[in-house]
C-alpha cells in the first residue's frame, strides 16, 4: 500500500481495498458494550473495536451510552432497556432508517438486528450482511425468513441454521473475546457457576440439582427478564432457600471474570437449541470448564473431556461434575486463545466483507 | 365514461381515471372485519366494501379469515390475537414486504399499519397514504415519526395531530359505519352501557361511579388486554360486585346493535387523547345519546346538548345522565346518517386518493 500508482494503472481488485469502511448497526436495548447483561452488543463491541484496531474505517450504529473508538452514530441517547422505554420497536425503526440514509457512505453494512431490516436491506445497493444472533426454530421466524432466502446471513454456529437450511448463508462465524479480557485463573473459589439469564430454556433448575446431588456451592449470578419474572417467582424463587445455593443478581461486566475464574465449573445444563452461548468461551477464558448438557451449538464450543463435558441428561451431568478436577484448566484457556479469540472472528468477518465487496463490484462493471 | 375516445385523444387527467387500483393494507392482529373487538379492522372493512361498492378495483392485505368483496391477499392464515401468536411482529413484516413487492400493481396503497412500513412507503415510487389510528402523544412516537415528515398522512380526528402538529397531514377523515349495520332503536333497556376495552385510559371505574350516583344499572361489554390484565384484576374486579353492575365480558360485532340500542346512553368517561372512539359513532347509529368526558376527538363527534354531552368532570357526567332523556333519539341517528355513514368515509377517501395520484402523475411527467 505504500507505492503510488497513476491512476491508469490502478487495477480492478483495487477496488477491494484492504482498509474498508464498515458500518455495524447494533440493537439499540443494551449499549455497546453493555453495562451489564447483552451478549450482541458485546459482541458488536468486540468486533468492532477489532476491526478498528486493524485499520479499517468503522461506523457504529447503537445507544448513545456507547463506548466505542470507531465513529458513534446513535439514533436514542440511552440504551432503551436500563432506559426502561416503553415503544424499543419505534426507536429500532428509527435506526434502520438512519442506516438506510447513510447506506452509500459505506463499503459493507453489518446489521445485527434482525429482522427489522431485512426489506430494506434486500433493495440496498450497498453490500450487506446480517449476523443471526437468537434463536430460529420457531414457526413466525421460519414463515418471514423463507421469504428473505436472498439476504446475505451468517450464523453464530453451524447447528443454528437447522431450521432454515436454505437460506443464503454466507458463513458460520463464532463470536470471540478480546485476550486480555478475561484472565487464567486457579479456580479456588471451590463453587460452581451459573451466569445469564434466568428463563425455561436455561435451566437453573438443573444447576441446583446437579450442586444438590455433589454437595457443591453454587452461585448464580443471572438476570430476570420482565418476561421470565413470574417463571422467576413461581419456579426458581423456592429453589434458592438451600445453604449450598447463593443467588447474586445481575452482575456486571466487570465483575465476570472474578466470578468464573474462582470457580471450580460453569453449569450450562441448557434445555434449546442455544445459538452460541457466550458464557461457554468467556468461562473458557478464565480457564474454567464447563459442564453443559447437549444443545444447539455446545458440540461446536466445547470439546468433551478437553475443556468440558457434553452430557445428555442430569446424570451424566451430576457425574460429570464430579469428574471436573480431570480436567486441565490450562487446556481451557489455550481452547479460548485458539478459537475464540476476538482477533480471529474479526478476520473472518473480514474475509466475508471482501467477498461480498467483491461480489458486488463484479455485478457493478 | 361512455364515450369512446381514440388513443390520441386521451386527455392527460384520464390517467386519473374515476376507477382506481387500491391496496388496503390492514394491520393482522384481528381479522377484516374482527370476529370481536378490532376498531381498526372494522374501519377498514367498512371502507373495502364500500370502495367495491363505488366500483373501485380494491385488493385487501389481511388475515385469511377475514372476508371481504375485494380480492383478499393474505400473508397469514388467520388473525394473530385469536390464533395467539408469539410473534406478531415477524408477520407483519412480512406484510410489509408482500405490499413492497405488489406495490406497482396498484394506482394507490392505502397503509393502516404506522409505523412499521414507514421506511418501505418513503421509497416507493407508487402514491401512498397512511391513517393512523392511534395515540400520538408518547416520547418514542414523536421521536420517529418526527423523522418521517414527508410521508402522506390521514389523521382520524384533528386533536389527534396536536403532538405532531408538523407531519404532511393530507387530511382528517372521520370513521363511518355501514348504514343499516346499526338499527335505530328505542333504548327501552333501562339501563346506562360501557362498550369497549377495560384499560386506565378508558376509566370504566368512573362509568360505574356515574351509575352509582344515578341509580340506574349499568352494562359493561368490554375486552381486557393482556396488558391490561393485572389493572382489570386489581382496580376494577372489586368495582363490579354492585347489585346494578353487569360484566358481560367481550361480546361481538352482532350482538352490539341490541346491546347499544336498549341502553339509554352510552358512557364515555375517558381520560386520554381519544384518536376517535368507534364506540361513539356505533351508539348515534342506535339512536342512543353519548355522556363523555371531553378529551381528544370528543368535542368533534359528539354535539353538546344535541347527541350528547360533553362534561369537563365527573360531578358534570353524573348530573348530564340524570339529563339524558332531554335528549331526542332520532337527533343521534340524524347526526350518525349525515356525519359518519361509510359512503361519506369512501368519498372523501377517495377524493384524497384522486389528489395523490393526479400529484404523483405531474411529477412523472
Known sequence: MASIQSADV????????????IAQV??????????????????????TEELVRQGHDVTLFASGDSRTSATLVAPVPRALRLAKSVDPLALHLLLVEQVAQRADEFDIIHFHIAPLHFSMARRLTVPH?????????????????????????????????????????????YHGLPNRELQFSGGSGGYLAFLGRISPEKRV?????????????LKIAAKV????????????????????????GEIAESQKGAFLGAAKALLFPIDWPEPFGLVMIESLA???????????????????GVNGFICDNLDEAIDATRRIHALDRRACRRAFERRFSAARMAEEYVQLYGRLVANAALYAD
Open 286 to 304: 478464565c480457564g474454567t470448564p464447563v459442564v453443559a448438557i447437549r444443545g444447539g451449538s455446545v458440540p461446536e464450543v466445547l470439546e468433551h
Open 129 to 173: 450482511v446480517t449476523t443471526l444472533h437468537g434463536r430460529l426454530d420457531l414457526p413466525e421466524i421460519i414463515t418471514l425468513y423463507s421469504e428473505f432466502s436472498d439476504v446475505p446471513f451468517v450464523s453464530v454456529s453451524d447447528a443454528q441454521r437447522e431450521p432454515l437450511p436454505d437460506q443464503n448463508w454466507i458463513g458460520t462465524v
Open 225 to 248: 427478564d420482565p418476561a421470565d419474572q413470574r417463571y422467576f417467582e413461581q419456579e426458581i424463587k423456592p429453589l434458592l432457600d438451600h445453604p449450598l445455593v447463593e443467588y447474586c
Open 205 to 217: 433448575d438443573r444447576a441446583i440439582d446437579i450442586a444438590k446431588a455433589c454437595g457443591c456451592p
Open 10 to 21: 490502478i487495477s480492478p481488485t483495487f477496488r477491494t481495498r484492504s482498509t474498508l469502511r
Open 26 to 47: 447494533a440493537p439499540l436495548s443494551e449499549s455497546v458494550p453493555p453495562k451489564l447483561y447483552g451478549g450482541t452488543e458485546r459482541v458488536v463491541s468486540t468486533l
